[in-house]
């Protein structure tokens, strides 16, 4: 358990996140988006923190996250290639 600010959160499990990562392809295979791309970061910390809220279902996420008035386009591009080291990856990076 990870302990922040006096709220204790459980630790993701490695089925939350393989499910997390599925939820997350999906969507940024419906906005041909990459994974990488920092609209993709910032929809997989919103996953997360819906996930931390207790919905934990992969449909009702699915259904969020279609729902989320987002602008692709209005997020700065970066252009695919390797990761550097001060990249943060969300959910395993590039390949996972």
């Known amino acids: 358990m990870i302990q922040h600010s006096g709220i204790t959160k459980p630790a993701l499990q490695p089925d939350d996140v393989a499910m997390l990562k599925t939820v997350l392809r999906q969507w ?5 988006c990459d994974i990488c791309s920092p609209a993709a970061q910032h929809v ?3 996953l997360v ?4 809220c207790g919905i934990r279902d992969q449909h ?6 279609r ?17 550097r080291a001060s990249q943060p990856a969300l959910f ?3 390949n996972d």
């Open 44 to 46: 997989a910390r919103e």
């Open 67 to 83: 729902h989320m008035h987002l602008e692709v386009r209005s997020f700065p591009h970066r252009p695919v290639g390797p990761r």
């Open 28 to 32: 940024c295979q419906e906005k041909s």
């Open 49 to 52: 923190s819906w996930f931390e």
């Open 92 to 94: 395993g990076g590039y």
């Open 60 to 65: 009702k996420l699915s259904g969020l996250m």
